[in-house]
Nanobody, 127 residues
Framework: QVQLAESGGGLVQAGDSLRLSCTASERAFSTYGMGWFRQAPGKEREFAAH????????YYADSVKGRFTISRDNTRNTVYLQMNSLKPEDTAVYFC????????????????????WGRGTQVTVSS
């Protein structure tokens, strides 16, 4: 069982930056691909970014591409989401998730692609 804990959320103004962190309890963290998802009030949870276990495969949702950067430090069992040029529409609860699946041909962007989830961290962007 992998336990994930997000941190780094908060209240910021439009145009500001935030860095989210997600730390895993599992020493086998380096064997999992990691994703970030978000859920805005009244909306379904949506995919934001993915990084493969070896950090060779990265991709983003169109809504965050060019503004958000996912990265990982396997020595710290941590995945990051650097969020720049934040917009009010980025307001959401952000979740990290771990997947045992590795694919170089299919985007792992569905909830069902991931095996473990954190509880989320709130990001609020004011205009």
């Amino acid at each position: 069982q992998v336990q994930l804990a997000e941190s780094g959320g908060g209240l910021v103004q439009a145009g500001d930056s935030l860095r989210l962190s997600c730390t895993a309890s599992e020493r086998a963290f380096s064997t999992y691909g990691m994703g970030w998802f978000r859920q805005a009030p009244g909306k379904e949870r949506e995919f934001a970014a993915h990084i493969s276990r070896d950090a060779r495969i990265l991709y983003y949702a169109d809504s965050v591409k060019g503004r958000f950067t996912i990265s990982r430090d396997n020595t710290r069992n941590t995945v990051y989401l650097q969020m720049n040029s934040l917009k009010p529409e980025d307001t959401a609860v952000y979740f990290c998730a771990a997947t045992a699946t590795y694919s170089s041909t299919r985007r792992l962007s569905r909830d069902s692609d991931y095996n473990y989830w954190g509880r989320g961290t709130q990001v609020t962007v004011s205009s």
